[in-house]
């Protein structure tokens, strides 16, 4: 029997779908819009999770991004707590796990990234989390009232964000990273020694070169033991051990499946009427002509835009010089571009004076930056630099300017 039919299915709640959804209603295509979403919240915002919600500083209705009533007035059909089990590119069709089934005219995947979970011995221990959900921030917030002392697992944004967050709620933090500074995907002395120093000032310790590989405790977490023989006494332990795009549900689609969905410059996904947006795209960046696929705000929000424009009849290429932000102790910085292939750092303005650049170049061509306490007016100025493949000497004398 076939099912419900819209003219265009979303899979996946999250940024890129509400991104897409709103587009299509913008477009003058309400009416026809169905979401499949895994989780039962209704579409909300991620990044709060780990700053200021976390802190609580944020009320849970700022999260949504797509509400009832904008729903029901624009005839945005959520499904809650339906996942996609299997896609038929050919009929049109997708099966949910619970057997229920949904035909499209046009199907956009944006089913986001999974957690990577810790496999060591303990890591059913209550007291260890993990913060990619709406609950899971708040089971944190609600456990880090009651505790005196944290470990985070992973040095990455998350982690690097959610010791920033434990900390101001005056929890004892230490930080556990594989790497041997903080930021090292930065790639830059300053750039490292500035949050270093940062982060010890606020009195977070970091061990270096080290990972978890048991957690201990009776009926719940005590303690965290590391390769290099450190035994880290803690109420609560939160992992943010990175994501993988996890695609098991559609394979045998006919899609092509390869670190996520590949999709090309346009977002389609190489099969009819079937498109990719958001952390789930390995997407063409036509920027620097490459496969990319990034798990960051506000990729999901363009390309889940770019996507719904294409889907309602649009081809236009997906063009953007990649952007994302992070906040920690309520310092935010951007970072612009692809690094990727740099073989040159230019560190400008200074770290002492939380007003810093710094340039990441290919052959003396800009690539990348990473802003921080500039203004947003740079950083649109900066990405025009990228974009228009700017030489050093060009991009110094603007930024000066
Ligand atoms: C705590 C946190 C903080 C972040 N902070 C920042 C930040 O400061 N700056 C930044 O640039 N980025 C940040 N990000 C990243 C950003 O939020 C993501 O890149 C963005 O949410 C990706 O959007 P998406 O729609 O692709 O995926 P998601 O928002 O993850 O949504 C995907 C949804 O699909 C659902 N789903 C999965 N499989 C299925 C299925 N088979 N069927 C139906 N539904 C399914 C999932 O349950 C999920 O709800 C943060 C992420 C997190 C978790």
Redesign the pocket.
């Known amino acids: 029997m076939p099912g419900k039919h819209y003219d265009f299915l979303i899979?996946?709640?999250?940024?890129?779908?509400?991104?897409a959804a709103k587009e299509l209603v913008g477009l003058g295509h309400g009416g026809g819009i169905g979401v499949?979403?895994?989780?039962k919240?209704a579409?909300?915002?991620?990044?709060?999770?780990?700053?200021e919600y976390?802190l609580g500083e944020f009320e849970r209705d700022w999260l949504f991004l797509l509400n009832g009533d904008f729903c029901r007035e624009h005839g945005i059909d959520l499904q809650l707590g339906?996942?996609?089990?299997a896609v038929d590119t050919g009929a049109h069709q997708v099966t949910?796990?619970d057997g229920s089934r949904f035909s499209y005219g046009k199907l956009l995947i944006?089913?986001?990234?999974?957690l990577r979970l810790l496999t060591v011995p303990g890591s059913d221990l209550p007291g260890l989390y993990y913060?990619?959900?709406l609950a899971?921030?708040e089971a944190i917030r609600e456990a880090a009232l009651h505790a005196g002392q944290a470990v985070v697992i992973g040095g990455g944004?998350?982690g690097l964000?959610?010791a920033s967050v434990l900390s101001q709620i005056g929890l004892d933090v230490k930080v556990v990273h594989r790497g041997d500074r903080l930021f090292e995907k930065f790639a830059s002395d300053e750039i490292s020694a500035f949050f270093e120093e940062l982060y010890a000032s606020k009195g977070v310790h970091s061990i270096y070169e080290d990972e978890v590989v048991n957690l201990g405790g009776k009926s719940r977490l005590e303690m965290v033991a590391t390769r290099a023989g450190r035994t880290l006494p803690c109420d609560i332990a939160v992992a943010g051990i990175g994501?993988w795009p996890?695609t098991g549900?559609l394979e045998g689609s006919g899609l092509r499946l390869d670190n996520g969905v590949v999709v090309n410059e346009f977002l389609e996904a190489g099969a009819p009427d079937v498109y990719a947006?958001?952390?789930?795209?390995n997407f063409m960046d036509v920027v620097y002509g490459r496969q990319r696929r990034?798990?960051?705000?506000?990729?999901?929000?363009r390309?889940?835009r770019r996507a719904a424009a294409n889907m309602a009849g649009g081809r236009g290429e997906f063009r953007n010089v990649s952007?994302?932000?992070?906040?920690v102790f309520g310092l935010t910085f951007d970072f612009l571009g692809d690094m990727n292939g740099f073989d040159d750092v230019v560190p400008l303005g200074s770290f002492e004076n939380k007003s810093a650049t710094v340039l990441y170049l290919r052959e003396g061509v800009l690539r990348a930056a990473f802003l921080l306490g500039r203004s947003p007016q740079e950083r649109s100025t900066v990405a025009e630099m990228i974009a228009a493949k700017q030489p050093l000497k060009e991009v110094e004398a603007r930024l000066a300017s």
Do not use: M
Request: a negative charge; one cysteine or more.
């Open positions: 899979i996946g709640g999250g940024l890129a779908c509400a991104s499949l979403a895994e989780e919240e579409p909300y915002d991620r990044p709060p999770l780990s700053k976390l339906i996942a996609a089990a949910a796990a944006a089913s986001g990234c999974h913060l990619r959900t899971e921030s944004f998350i964000e959610a994501v996890d549900y947006a958001g952390d789930i795209a990034i798990e960051h705000w506000d990729n999901a929000i390309q889940g952007y994302f932000y992070s906040t």
